[in-house]
């Protein structure tokens, strides 16, 4: 059975290098924990942020056009057994408010010292508001509290290894980049790039996304302080997002045609994809890399980690009956999907798919007194729906 391939919402997903950025971050080893508890307890690795390091994707392993079997095995959500989906399977509790946070995220997926506790308190949706301490601007999010605030009770008394943020990428509003893009694409007369619009737009509104970056990472700084671990007994690392999307060289759907949209899940013109791998993304990554320099913080620099399994790159492919989804075959980003998507699928772009969180080679955190390190990998009708969340 085939899926409906041109109707209703759209939306891209982007999936995140899961593993690699917290095990190239150097958690295993350095970074000595300022140790309240016990003198055997193993120090606890966080996160916080959005959906990026939620894990809000990581319900997919890939993509497919072909719904049965839980779209050739992608769905992670579905059970092969019952033929039922709940996709508490793969959020838990956390799916009940719209947090996302997967048993596949960065945090959960990474290889840390044995027995440490791992601890994901980053939120579906979340700007850095979501973050900052409540005396600080913060304000509850999706029924829950700051995330420093929960940052602060959570490790007061337990000895930490690192705190590893994600955040920018809703304060800048880079859905609305994707949904004007994606919308230049679909329309039915006069369709024209959305780069030469965008581009200056962008740039205009970086500025603002490294201050709320900056501002979440003080409090952070300051819920460590209170909850007894000083500047410099942890990691306090800032990363960025990779690319969901191949520069215009290297689509397999080529011509500009409508194939991207009802096979590939790509509605992209080529001037705009190559805008958003060459320069958007680095754009960001660079602004972010200042962020953390101004705060202290260590980068780790994943805006080339996806490259070569970005949606419709020409050296992936999609699941199906013959195909079954790997890590080294499909793409790391969730494509645009058709009809009318699920709760779990209108909320989970630029986020990590389980494919992406075993990438085979590692990515490396710099630090802040030096230059951002890159990541390597080897290897949006009605309104387009999409959500950096």
Wanted: glycine letters at 10%; a neutral charge; charged letters at 20%.
């Amino acid at each position: 059975m085939r899926t409906s391939r041109a109707r209703g919402r759209r939306r891209l997903v982007v999936a995140a290098a899961a593993v690699a950025a917290l095990c190239g971050a150097g958690l295993m080893q350095g970074g000595g924990a300022h140790a309240q508890g016990t003198a055997a307890e193993t120090p606890w690795v966080v996160s916080l942020g959005d959906s990026f390091i939620s894990g809000e994707a990581g319900r997919w392993s890939g993509n497919s056009n072909d719904s049965d079997g839980g779209y050739s095995g992608t769905d992670r959500a579905f059970d092969p057994a019952t033929g039922a989906t709940d996709e508490h399977r793969v959020y838990g509790a956390s799916y009940d408010n719209a947090c996302n946070r997967s048993d596949s995220a960065e945090v959960n997926s990474a290889p840390v010292p044995a027995g440490a506790r791992r601890l994901n308190l980053a939120c579906s949706g979340a700007t850095s508001t979501a973050i900052l301490l409540p005396g600080h601007g913060g304000s509850p999010f999706k029924s829950e509290p700051s995330q420093a605030q929960q940052l602060q009770k959570a490790v007061t008394g337990h000895p930490v290894r690192a705190v590893v943020v994600s955040i920018g990428g809703n304060d800048l509003g880079f859905e609305d980049v994707i949904v004007s893009c994606s919308k230049a694409f679909l329309s039915p007369f006069g369709a024209t790039p959305c780069a030469p619009t965008e581009g200056p737009a962008v740039k205009e509104r970086l500025p603002k996304m490294r201050t709320a970056a900056v501002k979440a990472l003080a409090d952070v700084t300051t819920a460590m302080d209170r909850a007894g671990h000083p500047a410099g007994s942890y990691r306090l690392i800032l990363q960025s997002y990779p690319s969901p999307l191949p520069d215009g060289a290297r689509v397999r759907y080529p011509g500009e045609k409508y194939d991207r949209l009802t096979e590939g899940g790509c509605p992209f013109f080529d001037k705009d994809l190559t805008w958003a791998h060459d320069q958007l993304v680095p754009e960001i990554s660079t602004t972010l890399a200042s962020a953390a320099r101004a705060s202290g913080a260590e980068f780790l620099d994943l805006s080339r980690a996806f490259d070569g399994r970005e949606v419709c790159s020409t050296t992936t492919v999609q699941a199906g009956p013959d195909q079954r989804p790997s890590g080294r075959t499909s793409e790391w980003v969730r494509f645009v999907t058709t009809g009318v998507p699920d709760r779990d699928s209108a909320r989970s772009p630029c986020t990590p798919t389980t494919t992406a969180s075993s990438p085979s080679a590692p990515a490396s955190a710099s630090s802040s007194t030096g230059p951002p390190a890159t990541t390597a990998v080897s290897t949006p009708p009605e309104k387009a729906r999409v959500r950096c969340a």
